[in-house]
């Protein structure tokens, strides 16, 4: 591909890369993958498809680790794209979750899915996880997402009733 004409010099304060609205670099050529959003607003095209806090678990997850005595652990995988997963739960005698965390690979919806959820369920009763739907996910990542990427947002829920179904049939 290289470099093109509209590429170059966009360091410099040369006014044919301008914003006429802000007098910023104008940062909307096709070569840079940058939407323009309205006037003078740039956004890298990205972030217009996830929010910062989703870029940044996906980077820092919360709870990524694994606990050594786990009473639940299962594994999960998306085909589609390859995302994996691996859950821990903790459960206290009274059905308590006293603590969650996961291990895996995947997608920037997917971590930060399994970050998200596995705050949320930390106190909270075993048996609150069968009442979760995709909807609550979604509501958790506070995501818009296509049937495509319900998957990855779904991927750790998914995961962790199976492995509650399979726990109580042991």
């Known amino acids: ?4 004409r509209h590429s170059r010099n966009l360091s410099q304060n040369n006014p044919r890369y301008l914003s006429p609205h802000t007098g ?17 607003q740039i ?4 972030l217009t498809l996830y929010r910062e806090d989703i870029i940044e678990l996906a980077k820092n997850p919360l709870n990524r680790r694994e606990i050594s ?3 639940i ?9 390859g995302d994996h997963v691996r859950i821990y739960l903790q459960i ?3 059905g308590t979750i006293h603590d969650a965390s996961f291990m895996g690979d995947g997608c920037a919806i997917s971590i930060a ?9 930390k106190g909270k009763k075993i048996t609150d996880i069968e009442n979760l739907q995709t909807k609550n996910m979604l509501e958790l990542l506070g ?11 779904v991927l750790v829920l998914e995961t962790i009733k199976e492995g509650m179904l399979k726990d109580r049939s042991s």
């Open 1 to 4: 591909y290289g470099r093109d």
């Open 113 to 121: 899915a399994a970050s998200l959820l596995t705050d949320e369920l």
């Open 43 to 46: 956004t890298p095209f990205f």
């Open 69 to 71: 005595h786990a009473d």
């Open 143 to 153: 995501l818009d997402l296509g049937p495509s990427r319900i998957k990855c947002a």
């Open 92 to 94: 206290d005698r009274d």
């Open 24 to 40: 910023q670099k104008n940062y909307t050529t096709a070569s840079t993958r940058f939407r323009k959003l309205g006037k003078g």
């Open 73 to 81: 652990t299962h594994s999960g995988l998306n085909p589609l794209c």
